[in-house]
């Protein structure tokens, strides 16, 4: 298959090419299309075959199931079969945005889409594209991150264009992403509501809403035996071909242990990364260094983080070696991601 590739700007619409991925979608074909979180791979929702075709494009595992975009809260009704008071008060606050909710699903939603699940994944994506491409294709699009399962989530068209040229019928190309890690996913079958994935919408800023949300704890304490309770968070995800270490402990020891551990390696005849921050980058002495953002805004780390990855696979690197940040807010999204490209090994200094 031939993949169309449509460049578009991002707060302008442009009518013709969203008119024809429309026409695909409604076909059952799968065009990818830029969202604020990352870039998502669309089908329709509501046609088990569509959404088929994704899993057999990403090579994904059947049982993870998949995330019904949409655009209008009126349209929540037919998919959701309850909608609790508190989930309400989140949408009218944080939707459109880059927020998943979980409900019980109703008998519209076919088993393909949800891996066998009674419950239903549904987001509101606020990037004008996104809205426009949903609504074209019906108002219902399944959409998991666009990239072959297991590599980094993609944030550029060109991301996708590596994992999935080929075999899907177009991808369109809004320009770099703005959040740059996926949805937070909260579980609203459950009291209190659960967050399964955390992201740029905050436990804190869910809490001062509704009152507690819980955690799940899987994501921070994967040797604890605890299973993640959304299926695709088990999966060694997100990962770059090199092994990566994530260094923790005092700043100065941390630069200073990767310094080592990177002369070490490259004496042994190794390629190595390095992931440093703009505070940071100056003081380390060998290695294919990047800087991933500054401490001082940390979105500025999650936007960066996926694009690092690949950029590492690109140079062929054999071990990278990444600075750790702290939990609470965005860091929070930024280390559950990182901890898994890592495989969870991580060095205390
Ligand atoms: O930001 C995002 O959410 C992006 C953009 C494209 O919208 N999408 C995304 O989808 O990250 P995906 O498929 O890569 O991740 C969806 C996650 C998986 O871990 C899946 O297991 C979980 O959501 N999930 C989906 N439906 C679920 C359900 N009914 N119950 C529990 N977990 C669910
Ligand atoms: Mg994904």
């Excluded at 606050?93 to 239903?120: C, H, N, Q, S």
């Excluded at 987001?123 to 399962?149: F, H, L």
């Excluded at 999935?164 to 703005?178: F, R």
């Excluded at 959304?230 to 270490?245: D, I, T």
């Amino acid at each position: 298959m031939r993949t169309k590739i449509k460049r578009v700007k991002k707060q302008q619409l442009d009518h013709a090419i969203i008119k024809e991925a429309g026409e695909i979608l409604k076909n059952g074909g799968l065009v990818a299309f830029p969202t604020e979180t990352v870039y998502g791979l669309g089908a329709d929702a509501l046609n088990a075959g569509a959404a088929g075709k994704i899993y057999a494009a990403k090579g994904r595992p059947s049982d993870n199931p998949l995330i019904v975009h949409i655009t209008e809260m009126e349209d929540l009704k037919k998919i959701a079969a309850v909608v609790p008071r508190e989930a309400l008060v989140i949408a009218d606050r944080y939707w459109p945005g880059p927020l998943t909710m979980i409900f019980e699903k109703t008998d519209a939603v076919p088993y393909g889409t949800t891996g066998g699940l009674d419950t239903v994944a549904v987001r509101m994506p606020s990037d004008e594209t996104a809205r426009a491409v949903i609504a074209a294709g019906g108002g219902y699009i399944a959409a998991p991150s666009a990239n072959t399962s297991g590599r980094p989530s993609p944030t550029t068209a060109g991301h996708v264009e590596e994992d999935l040229a080929g075999k899907i019928e177009m991808i369109i190309d809004g320009g770099p992403v703005d959040i740059g890690v996926e949805s937070t996913i909260l579980d609203m079958t459950v009291a209190p509501p659960m967050i399964l994935r955390p992201g740029a919408v905050t436990k804190e800023m869910l809490e001062e809403l509704i009152g507690e949300v819980a955690e799940d704890r899987a994501f921070y304490e994967p040797g604890s035996g605890v299973k993640p309770k959304a299926p695709g968070m088990k999966y060694r995800h997100y990962a770059p071909r090199a092994g990566l270490s994530v260094v923790e402990g005092d700043m100065n020891q941390v630069v200073a242990e990767i310094n080592r551990m990177a002369e070490e390696k490259i004496a042994g005849g190794s390629k190595v990364g390095i992931i440093g921050t703009q505070e940071t980058v100056d003081r380390y002495t060998c290695g294919d260094v990047k800087s991933i953002g500054t401490r001082e805004d940390e979105a500025t780390i999650a936007a960066h983080l996926y694009g690092i990855l690949r950029e590492f696979d690109q140079d062929q690197v054999d071990y990278i070696y990444s600075e750790s940040f702290a939990a609470g807010g965005m860091g929070s999204a930024i280390m559950n991601r990182l901890l898994k490209a890592a495989g969870h090994h991580v060095i205390n200094v």
